[in-house]
């Protein structure tokens, strides 16, 4: 017999996380989910990402609201290279509308995944909230094949887990098509989320697993408070230095500020309690994590 439970399977309607996540079924008008998938494969500007060195395991594109000076939103996160952000794209803008509409607070920038079967995954961490709008939510959009969110407590807010096999408190969301899963910064702060890969062979998968021959696209969409113009030179807002436009500073690169936002991002994954104005109230005008060769 088991000793312990195996994770819930939750939905909507169900306390997930800290209370402060919710799935929505349905979010997109059928005509629209009905062609999302396939508009969004031909119209986004898919990219491979590195993360240490390699390819993370999905493709990915980000887009975002870009102002008429030419200034854009910018979601910092520990990756080798960001793809370069474009504006919104048409289908990805309609369902930025009805995510709009459910939520109450914009979205101005969308980190589009895509999921090309049940190999590709997204490993375990907290979202890095220096850029995000505080007291905002993160937003998930699910198209095509259904994939599992794992939801699981941090370490150090499971005291008595880790030991004797006794393991931190987990729960398992199914992500279905055109459902949308939203991340509440508490529970953001308390637990990490993943889309684990999914090897199981498609005889034992369910239709929901099954459909677009098991391709997922999600999309994340965020409310972004940190800026840069268009030639990217400077830097301004929530998580830079300079808390206006007309306080914009030049964006740095240097080994010893770009060493303080990774150590940042690192307590982020890890402290239950991660104090945010303590670790990113100051600001950072880091943008790029390594320098970019050619
Ligand atoms: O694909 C998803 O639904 C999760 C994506 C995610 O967690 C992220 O982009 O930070
Ligand atoms: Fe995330």
Known sequence: MPRHALPPSLGVGDRIGEGDCELVLDVLPPDLAEVAFEKMRKEVAWNVMYHRGGEVPRLVAVEGEVAADGSFPIYRHPADESPALGPFSPTVSLIREHVQQVLDHPVNHVLIQHYRSGADYISEHSDKTIDVVRGSKVVNVSLGAQRVMTLR????????AGQGGVPRPSQKIPLPHNSMFVL????NAKWLHAINHD??????????????????ISLTFRHIGTFLPGDESRIYGQGAKGKTREDARP?????????????????????????????????SDVLHFTLRDG
Request: a negative charge; zero cysteines.
């Open 251 to 283: 964006v740095v690169n240097g080994t010893e500020e770009v060493a303080k936002l990774l150590e940042a991002f690192g307590k982020e994954n890890q402290q239950s309690e991660f104090d945010w104005d303590a670790v990113y109230g100051e600001g």
């Open 153 to 160: 407590m941090k370490r150090d807010g499971a005291p008595n």
């Open 199 to 216: 090897k199981r062979p498609i005889q034992l998968k369910s239709p929901e697993e099954q459909f677009m021959d098991g391709e997922r």
């Open 184 to 187: 509440g910064l508490e529970t």
